[in-house]
């Protein structure tokens, strides 16, 4: 008889997207059933109403896919200690993009920034359009548009530029012949951290260690499957897509985002000098205040 999985439920930063291949290849290949777990994939609502966060802090969930600003701000509130288990990128694939400027700093010309209102967010957006030269007080933020239809915003010129991930709505771009400005935050001398990054609440986690090293290892297996096979991680995917994609997008977008998983380090990993170069550049621009920020109690490689 077989021993009984252990549940464990997971929110989603986004709708089923590559940046989530490899945990649903990991769910429907049978690599979690045979860590003897038993793992569902949750989208975020239509409306975006609740952070994945939010979900994890109000019991909804086991693990909340999250920025690692999620982490800090967190462990500064008080109200939960967010902890990273799992780097799903290890080379940063986001940048803020524009159809229209060519250089950030033209965003402080009284130009408008479509923003998720994510922590710390505008005020890398505005270091950015400084660091470049420009007025960083100049820039307009727009923080009503829906959270997932952001890109939409910028394609019909409602907002001049928004953060996308480049192997998604970067892609789609290039497909729908969109020619788009990217912006980069190592390129403005911003060492942004892990994102996104698979967290639990190690304040009250209903996951004991055992269970947490065996999400990770089976997480892994399913992340080096989409980098090994491209072709049965696009068929995986497609299945879960909300608005469907085609083959042909979801093979660019997979190839593009297999250069982001791995750094040539192992899978998931994270190094403690990188979140403490990315907590320390925080504290010099002076938005985590006064308290310091305890970077072990960040993250853990179960």
């Known amino acids: 008889m077989a021993a009984p999985r252990t549940n464990v439920k997971v929110a989603l930063d986004w709708t089923p997207n590559t940046i989530h291949?490899?945990?649903?290849?990991?769910?429907?290949?049978?690599?979690?059933?045979?860590?003897?777990?038993?793992?569902e994939l949750l989208s975020p609502g239509p409306d975006y109403d609740k952070t994945p966060a939010r979900r994890?802090?109000?019991?909804?969930?086991?693990?909340?896919?999250?920025?690692?600003?999620?982490?800090?701000?967190?462990?500064?509130s008080g109200k939960m200690q967010l902890r990273a288990i799992y780097a799903i990128l290890q080379r940063d694939a986001s940048a803020i993009v524009s159809t229209k400027l060519s250089k950030i700093s033209e965003l402080g010309n009284g130009k408008v920034y479509g923003s998720y209102n994510a922590r710390y967010e505008d005020d890398?957006?505005?270091?950015?359009?400084?660091?470049?030269?420009?007025?960083?007080?100049?820039?307009?933020?727009e923080q009503q548009q829906g959270k997932l239809s952001l890109f939409t915003s910028l394609k019909e010129a409602n907002v001049d530029a928004t953060w996308i991930?480049?192997?998604?709505?970067?892609?789609?771009?290039?497909?729908?012949g969109v020619t788009?400005?990217?912006?980069?935050?190592?390129?403005?001398?911003?060492?942004?951290?892990?994102?996104?990054?698979?967290?639990?609440?190690?304040?009250?986690?209903?996951?004991?260690?055992?269970?947490?090293?065996?999400?990770?290892?089976?997480?892994?297996?399913?992340?080096?499957?989409?980098?090994?096979?491209?072709?049965?991680?696009?068929?995986?995917?497609?299945?879960?897509?909300?608005?469907?994609?085609?083959?042909?997008?979801?093979?660019r977008s997979q190839q593009a985002i297999n250069e982001s998983?791995?750094?040539?380090?192992?899978?998931?990993?994270?190094?403690?000098?990188?979140?403490?170069?990315?907590?320390?550049?925080?504290?010099?621009?002076?938005?985590?205040?006064?308290?310091?920020v305890d970077v072990e109690q960040l993250f853990k490689n179960p």
């Not at 998604?168 to 729908?176: C, I, R």
């Not at 297996?221 to 989409?226: I, S």
């Open 124 to 141: 890398i957006v505005k270091a950015m359009i400084k660091a470049d030269g420009g007025n960083a007080d100049g820039v307009k933020l």
């Open 261 to 292: 998983y791995s750094d040539g380090s192992t899978l998931g990993r994270m190094s403690t000098q990188r979140w403490k170069t990315w907590v320390d550049w925080l504290h010099e621009q002076g938005l985590l205040g006064d308290e310091r």
């Open 56 to 76: 994890l802090q109000d019991g909804e969930v086991d693990l909340a896919i999250c920025p690692s600003e999620s982490c800090i701000a967190y462990q500064q």
């Open 180 to 251: 788009l400005h990217a912006f980069r935050t190592e390129d403005y001398g911003i060492p942004y951290g892990y994102s996104p990054v698979i967290a639990y609440n190690a304040s009250s986690s209903k996951l004991s260690e055992d269970v947490l090293s065996k999400f990770v290892a089976a997480t892994m297996e399913g992340y080096q499957q989409a980098m090994d096979d491209v072709d049965l991680a696009v068929r995986t995917l497609a299945k879960h897509c909300d608005p469907r994609r085609s083959e042909e997008f979801l093979r």
């Open 21 to 39: 291949s490899g945990l649903f290849l990991a769910k429907e290949t049978g690599i979690y059933e045979k860590h003897g777990l038993q793992v």
């Open 165 to 176: 991930f480049l192997p998604w709505e970067g892609v789609e771009a290039a497909l729908d």
